[in-house]
């Protein structure tokens, strides 16, 4: 602890009683220490994907928004879950993906239900990715129940 915040505990000691003071001297500690580990945390899980610790704007982001026709069945979804996932194995030029499904309370999303990122570190590998023949696969199987879908591509920031 420096000398400037163990002058402001002692100050606040003399003005107020000595349980507040430790009160408030426990707060300051708990804030510390959660906002280390915090940053540690952080730290932690950006070294470990080799995506986020380029340097900026040098990840490209391709987002795919679905919405599916109605009477899409669950095994059908999980299908075309599986196969999307499966991309980053047959591609080598991904270099990061996830998924999700909408869970917003806000009511926005307009009937679109998953979401995908794909990463790529250049535009070349975006444009090995849109001809490659698993992804002319994917987009084949998915076709059939697609009712819409959005794309939107940018460079992270």
Not at 10 to 31: E, Q, R
Request: glycine share 4%; aromatic share 14%.
């Amino acid at each position: 602890m420096n000398l400037q915040k163990f002058d402001a505990f002692y100050y606040l000691s003399k003005k107020i009683n000595m349980k507040t003071s430790l009160l408030v001297f426990l707060a300051l500690c708990t804030f510390s220490v959660f906002g280390f580990n915090s940053t540690k945390m952080n730290t932690q899980s950006l070294s470990q994907n080799k995506a986020l610790v380029s340097e900026k704007d040098s990840i490209l982001r391709h987002v795919v928004l679905f919405k599916f026709k109605e009477g899409t069945t669950d095994s059908q979804l999980n299908s075309i879950e599986e196969s999307f996932g499966s991309l980053p194995s047959k591609i080598p030029e991904i270099v990061d993906y996830e998924w999700g499904l909408n869970n917003s309370p806000e009511g926005l999303n307009k009937d679109f239900t998953h979401c995908f990122f794909v990463s790529f570190e250049s535009e070349e590998g975006r444009a090995t990715y849109l001809p490659h023949p698993a992804h002319k696969e994917f987009v084949e199987l998915v076709g059939p129940f697609v009712d819409d879908v959005l794309v939107i591509d940018y460079w992270i920031k």
